[in-house]
């Protein structure tokens, strides 16, 4: 089983030899890397296409321009020819297994769409913070499930064949692009949590979600549960009407208010340990 490694790269070739040398040391040999350069300034370009060099499991290309994540994520999926992607940041990296266990996965039920797992923070330098305790397996078969608060987050692998059997990300989305990802395929099949830190996201001041795009990423993050809701024919949650279109991304999360209650969390929790896999 092959396994694509999705890169949407913007001018971090300096942080990218981290995400090479993680790439180098995976327990899983069958993978390639493809990366799709945004207009990155032709120094950083030339970096990245140095470094990977004579290696032929990696794969550059470049957009003509600068279009942004959802359109340079939609073509990178594109141009996998893995049976299984998984996006990863170019100023971040993976554990030596974090391939291999998805993978194993995949393998053995072929009913599951989509894996998790754990990621732990990192500083500047990649050295771990601490772990992203939220994640934890999740629901499935749950119509009013939007990972809403997060759980499903990095390291994400996905079905390309399922993928392709969905609506497909939205491609004007600037942001919230993997939220869009995860829900359409969580509407697919299972979901399936790998209970280890396989992912190091490192915080700098250059990371495009740790910037002023916070406020932005919630706007689009509403529409996207707003677009579920209605793939899903959604009319009515805890009672309350869902609006006929989408007009602030505040009306949409007042909807889900109730699901960061103590009571909803434990039931949900109690649901996910004893639902039939």
Request: charged share 30%; with cysteine.
């Amino acid at each position: 089983m092959k396994f694509s490694v999705l890169i949407a790269h913007y001018n971090n070739a300096e942080y990218f030899k981290d995400l090479h040398r993680s790439l180098l040391s995976q327990t899983w040999n069958n993978w390639e890397a493809v990366i799709l350069d945004d207009g990155s300034h032709s120094e950083e370009k030339e970096a990245v296409e140095k470094l990977i060099a004579g290696d032929e499991r990696f794969r550059f290309y470049e957009n003509d321009e600068n279009y942004g994540v959802g359109i340079t994520k939609a073509k990178l999926i594109e141009l996998a020819s893995g049976q299984i992607c998984g996006f990863v940041d170019p100023d971040d990296a993976i554990l030596p297994t974090a391939i291999e266990k998805s993978v194993e996965i995949f393998k053995n039920d072929n009913k599951t769409v989509l894996t998790y797992s754990r990621f732990v923070t990192c500083d500047e330098n990649l050295k771990p913070v601490a772990p992203f305790r939220a994640a934890r397996q999740v629901p499935n078969h749950d119509m009013l499930f939007f990972n809403y608060p997060i759980q499903i987050a990095h390291f994400v692998n996905f079905r390309k064949e399922v993928y392709e059997s969905t609506e497909k990300m939205n491609p004007e989305l600037k942001i919230a692009e993997d939220q869009d990802l995860y829900l359409k395929m969580y509407e697919k099949g299972k979901v399936k949590f790998i209970n280890e830190a396989n992912y190091l996201y490192r915080k700098h001041e250059g990371g495009i979600s740790q910037n002023d795009n916070k406020k932005k990423s919630y706007e689009f993050w509403g529409k996207v549960i707003y677009d579920a809701m209605k793939r899903r024919n959604i009319n009515i949650i805890n009672g309350k009407k869902v609006p006929e279109k989408f007009t602030t991304e505040e009306e949409i999360f007042t909807l889900l208010d109730y699901q960061n209650g103590i009571k909803f969390r434990i039931l949900k929790k109690l649901k996910s340990l004893f639902q039939n896999w």
